[in-house]
């Protein structure tokens, strides 16, 4: 099981990136991948450097329980350096297993984009873009937008700032945290509602991970003790599953 509240279970055919925006700052799989490293664990011996795992492809087709994968939790599958072949065949092991679903989240919009011009999206497939801020986050929605699938997604986590008014057209679902680990930065009451409230005026399905680090009242605290509350409710919305 993952500890990632908005899915189940996660899948690392890549690991290992690079930091592109201002939400890469404090990469929770960056820590991860040195301690993994450290413990000896298969698939880190290069620690945070990109590493395709060809042997880990067919991992979703052992699995016969209906199953909500997260993509690449410890990577991201658009990066520069993955190959169009290998995204294919990440693509052939989600089309033969069409009994899981798979969220598949990038900050590279444009690759994302550019490589499902040629390809169809796998019915199965959400596709998501991260948004942190108005300066890089806002931008990658019009790319997710542009792309023909049936479930598409915004990771705002961690919100860094008030992003104002956000296009939810064609946007099936949003995530909102806040930051967690040393040197969170705090997400402001304000800025989380706002985005619950477009949610809410557009019939978008809307799930608040957490507080991170910090809690509504600006006090810093560990991250369960700042829990997922907002405005009095969990909200814990996510979309139908496709059949």
């Not at 296009?167 to 040197?183: A, F, R």
Request: a positive charge; proline letters at 6%; hydrophobic letters at 40%.
């Amino acid at each position: 099981m993952s500890k990632i509240e908005w899915t189940e279970q996660t899948w690392n055919p890549v690991t290992g990136c690079t930091k592109v925006s201002p939400g890469c700052k404090h990469c929770y799989a960056e820590t991860m991948a040195k301690r993994l490293k450290a413990m000896g664990a298969p698939g880190y011996d290069n620690g945070f450097e990109l590493s395709l795992l060809p042997e880990r492809l067919k991992q979703p087709l052992q699995r016969r329980k209906p199953t909500m994968y997260f993509v690449n939790s410890m990577s991201d599958l658009f990066q520069e350096g993955v190959p169009d072949l290998f995204i294919d065949q990440v693509m052939t092991t989600i089309k033969a297993t069409p009994h899981h679903t798979y969220q598949i989240l990038t900050k590279r919009s444009a690759n994302m984009r550019r490589y499902f011009e040629t390809r169809e999206v796998p019915v199965n497939a959400w596709l998501g873009v991260s948004v942190e801020d108005q300066k890089y986050g806002k931008p990658r929605i019009p790319d997710l937008a542009a792309i023909n699938a049936r479930t598409r997604f915004l990771s705002i986590e961690p919100l860094l700032e008030d992003l104002g008014s956000i296009p939810l057209d064609g946007i099936h679902w949003v995530i909102v945290g806040g930051e967690s680990g040393i040197g969170a930065r705090p997400m402001q009451e304000s800025w989380a509602l706002n985005i619950r409230n477009q949610c809410l005026n557009a019939g978008v399905d809307f799930f608040f991970k957490q507080w991170g680090a910090w809690g509504a009242d600006g006090i810093h605290r560990n991250k369960k003790a700042n829990g997922r509350v907002l405005d009095g409710k969990v909200w814990d919305e996510i979309p139908a599953i496709a059949v």
